[in-house]
Nanobody
Framework: QVQLVESGGGLVQAGGSLRLSCAASGSIFSINAMGWYRQAPGKQRELVAVVTSGGTTNYPDFVKGRFTISRDNAKNTVYLQMNSLKPEDTAVYYC?????????WGQGTQVTVSS
């Protein structure tokens, strides 16, 4: 089992920045990749960023150049630095850990970007 605890969401004006954190605990040795997803009201959950255990990162086009995922292995924590935020980035952001065939999710943190 892996437990994930997110923090760092909030309200920010368009063009501003936020950094989300996700602290992992439990069977962290089993984690292959960690990522961030988001879900806006009435929309499906979508991938925002992912980092593998080997350090490879991947982003969808709509956040490339604005969002950066990073990790601190000593703290078992993954971060999502979000810059140049837009109102359409407003959503609940979820941390995800992929461990074999299992997926674990955090509780989610609200990010609201005002215009």
């Amino acid at each position: 089992q892996v437990q994930l605890v997110e923090s760092g969401g909030g309200l920010v004006q368009a063009g501003g920045s936020l950094r989300l954190s996700c602290a992992a605990s439990g069977s962290i040795f089993s984690i292959n990749a960690m990522g961030w997803y988001r879900q806006a009201p009435g929309k499906q959950r979508e991938l925002v960023a992912v980092v593998t255990s080997g350090g490879t990162t991947n982003y969808p086009d709509f956040v490339k150049g604005r969002f950066t995922i990073s990790r601190d292995n000593a703290k078992n924590t993954v971060y999502l630095q979000m810059n140049s935020l837009k109102p359409e980035d407003t959503a609940v952001y979820y941390c995800n850990a992929a461990a074999g065939q299992d997926n674990y999710w955090g509780q989610g943190t609200q990010v609201t970007v005002s215009s």
